[in-house]
């Protein structure tokens, strides 16, 4: 199927020809800053809530922190240079200790192990319970939040950028983002779940080398809490991270194709509220044949300004360059989608019609 946006109108003898055009990563961005100027403030503090609900991730990260010089006198561990104290290192367990811990990880005595740290060790025993405890309640609070907040602010957020690209001043404007909580909200919950399920299964590589890891690491954990020598733990835990990290790379490389493939879902969800989750992924599927490597290219694009925003700006940058490259994402939109072409120009391969609610 042909690719038709950008149509370019040509008048010759009272005649309108029309002829596609393949945009580069240039014309997108200068489309975008043609259509942010006037409304940048809007869409930064647009952003800004999108970023609190959870609705679009900042085209960049940065990490403001400081390291604090505590003096030797306030400092628990300090100890004087000129005082030699030989510190004689006492294995966790002993042998015969590391022996029934061996034989409980064999067997999967999750009690029997705990014993271990709940007699001689209770605030390890008391911490790892209250992290495993907070982790769930975290994991839970998250996944709720994303799953019903953010999923219509996603949506929103892209609904914001379609105006600003098409003009809409009456469209830039807070509340377009939380449109879709009166408007489609069950269809924006079922894309994002939809989407989340597909990353998380290509996350797959990742788990997999973390349990690996992990069951060698484990493995060995007896003997290294019965060692006399503290250095013994540096190779498992080196292998644990290298086995890990590992499947992550593989992950990573899986992840990158499949997630510009369904790029466009929540563009095609705020261009067409009535369209299934399923049906929005199918289609960016279907868009996304042959530009996946056009996409990539406008996103490497913006690393400059990436950069200029981390280095120069604190991190604040970045709540005008996230608008300047997903408007640039909308532009892009646009072109494969025959958006905003001639009008018996049809959206590839169903009626848009039928995408609209009553």
């Given at each position: 199927?042909?690719?038709?946006?950008?149509?370019?109108?040509?008048?010759?003898?009272?005649?309108?020809?029309?002829?596609?055009?393949?945009?580069?990563?240039?014309?997108?961005?200068?489309?975008?800053?043609?259509?942010?100027?006037?409304?940048?403030?809007?869409?930064?503090?647009?952003?800004?809530?999108?970023?609190?609900?959870?609705?679009?991730?900042?085209?960049?990260?940065?990490?403001?922190?400081?390291?604090?010089?505590?003096?030797?006198?306030?400092?628990?561990?300090?100890?004087?240079?000129?005082?030699?104290?030989?510190?004689?290192?006492?294995?966790?367990?002993?042998?015969e200790?590391?022996?029934?811990?061996?034989?409980?990880?064999?067997?999967?005595?999750?009690?029997?192990m705990?014993?271990?740290?709940?007699?001689?060790?209770?605030?390890?025993?008391?911490?790892?319970?209250s992290?495993?405890l907070?982790?769930?309640?975290?994991?839970?609070?998250?996944?709720?939040?994303?799953?019903?907040?953010?999923?219509?602010?996603?949506?929103?957020?892209?609904?914001?950028?379609?105006?600003?690209?098409?003009?809409?001043?009456?469209?830039?404007?807070?509340?377009?983002?939380?449109?879709?909580?009166?408007?489609?909200?069950?269809?924006?919950?079922?894309?994002?779940?939809?989407?989340?399920?597909?990353?998380?299964?290509?996350?797959?590589?990742t788990?997999?080398?973390?349990?690996?890891?992990?069951?060698?690491?484990?493995?060995?954990?007896?003997?290294?809490?019965?060692?006399?020598?503290?250095?013994?733990?540096?190779?498992?835990?080196?292998?644990?991270?290298?086995?890990?990290?590992?499947?992550?790379?593989?992950?990573?490389?899986?992840?990158?194709?499949?997630?510009?493939?369904?790029?466009?879902?929540?563009?095609?969800?705020?261009?067409?509220?009535?369209?299934?989750?399923?049906?929005?992924?199918?289609?960016?599927?279907?868009?996304?044949?042959?530009?996946?490597?056009?996409?990539?290219?406008?996103?490497?694009?913006?690393?400059?300004?990436?950069?200029?925003?981390?280095?120069?700006?604190c991190?604040?940058?970045?709540?005008?360059?996230?608008?300047?490259?997903?408007?640039s994402?909308?532009?892009?939109?646009?072109?494969?989608?025959?958006?905003?072409?001639?009008?018996?120009?049809?959206?590839?391969?169903?009626?848009?019609?039928?995408?609209?609610?009553?």
């Amino acid at each position: 199927m042909e690719q038709i946006l950008f149509l370019e109108r040509k008048t010759k003898m009272n005649e309108q020809t029309y002829y596609p055009v393949r945009g580069k990563a240039a014309d997108f961005r200068r489309r975008a800053k043609k259509a942010l100027k006037g409304c940048w403030w809007m869409a930064a503090l647009v952003t800004l809530l999108a970023v609190i609900f959870g609705g679009v991730t900042l085209a960049g990260g940065v990490s403001v922190g400081g390291n604090f010089d505590v003096s030797g006198l306030n400092n628990p561990g300090y100890t004087d240079p000129d005082l030699e104290i030989e510190e004689e290192y006492v294995p966790v367990l002993t042998p015969e200790e590391a022996e029934a811990f061996e034989e409980a990880l064999a067997n999967l005595d999750f009690s029997t192990m705990a014993e271990f740290f709940g007699e001689d060790y209770p605030i390890v025993a008391l911490i790892l319970s209250s992290f495993i405890l907070a982790f769930g309640i975290a994991f839970v609070v998250v996944f709720a939040l994303q799953m019903f907040v953010s999923s219509p602010v996603k949506v929103g957020y892209r609904k914001f950028c379609l105006n600003v690209l098409d003009g809409k001043k009456e469209g830039i404007g807070l509340d377009v983002l939380f449109d879709r909580f009166s408007q489609g909200y069950l269809k924006t919950v079922g894309l994002n779940f939809v989407h989340t399920l597909i990353m998380g299964l290509i996350s797959i590589p990742t788990y997999v080398g973390l349990f690996i890891g992990g069951a060698q690491f484990f493995g060995a954990l007896p003997t290294l809490l019965a060692s006399e020598t503290p250095e013994a733990i540096i190779i498992p835990f080196l292998s644990f991270f290298a086995i890990t990290y590992l499947g992550a790379i593989v992950s990573i490389c899986i992840s990158i194709p499949v997630s510009y493939m369904y790029s466009m879902a929540h563009f095609i969800m705020a261009d067409y509220p009535g369209v299934g989750a399923i049906e929005a992924l199918r289609l960016s599927r279907q868009m996304m044949r042959g530009n996946k490597w056009r996409l990539f290219c406008l996103d490497f694009s913006f690393i400059g300004w990436a950069l200029l925003a981390a280095c120069c700006t604190c991190g604040i940058g970045y709540y005008f360059l996230t608008p300047y490259q997903y408007v640039s994402h909308a532009a892009f939109y646009e072109e494969i989608s025959n958006r905003g072409t001639h009008e018996e120009v049809e959206f590839p391969s169903v009626n848009p019609e039928d995408y609209y609610l009553e």
